[in-house]
């Protein structure tokens, strides 16, 4: 199994990106028997970031890819579960889009394509991880959806299999690191263990 680990740098105030360094971190420790683990981290940058995830997705054709995202102002853990086709913000070179549609031949969204999000929550508070869920019809629509975006249109045209999901991560005055990057840690066990026990059906 091929797992894709990706994270955001530094951007706007923030000099230092926590989902940056829980991949780091993850891909130190990193020793689940059966599993390829590909760590990217991206700069907030409209134009590398769709060229960068789709070599990714050409090259690493990735079973499962979870992206993570710094969330200045979230308390918990939050899994996103819809992910819009629309771009809008400024970057860190100072490219601004303002509501345009990420790719015309898109759909209007694409879903978290990973099993049963709800038990994966519960599976994560049964573990003293704070975790929610986020699919409310409030559009995201920044860098963080775009990713989502991409992975869902890139599978959805070659009708891959490529699971994927994106967790919000607050910074650590908000969530403590060892509380978040546990987190992460679970929420990879948990699709990880899924996918083997659906592939061996």
Not at 71 to 88: I, Q, R, W
Request: hydrophobic fraction near 45%.
């Amino acid at each position: 199994m091929r797992v894709l680990l990706t994270a955001y740098g530094p951007f706007g105030n923030f000099r230092e990106n926590v989902s940056e360094e829980i991949i780091v971190d993850i891909f130190k420790s990193w020793r689940k028997t059966g599993c390829e683990l590909g760590v990217l981290g991206m700069p907030v940058v409209w134009r590398l970031v769709e060229e960068i995830l789709e070599n990714a997705f050409e090259i690493l054709q990735p079973d499962l890819v979870l992206f993570l995202t710094h969330a200045a102002g979230y308390s918990m853990l939050t899994l996103e579960g819809k992910y819009f086709n629309v771009a809008t913000g400024q970057d860190e070179l100072g490219e601004i889009h303002q509501g345009e549609i990420i790719k015309p031949d898109g759909a209007e969204y694409y879903l978290a394509k990973v099993p049963q999000l709800p038990l994966l929550v519960a599976y994560l508070r049964a573990r003293k991880i704070p975790a929610i869920v986020s699919c409310s019809s409030q559009r995201m629509d920044y860098l963080c959806n775009f990713a989502g975006y991409l992975a869902g249109y890139w599978a959805d045209k070659r009708a891959a299999e490529m699971r994927y999901l994106l967790l919000h991560i607050p910074p650590p005055e908000d969530l403590p690191y060892n509380v978040a990057i546990k987190g992460v840690w679970l929420t990879l066990d948990y699709l990880t263990d899924f996918l083997k026990q659906e592939s061996s059906k």
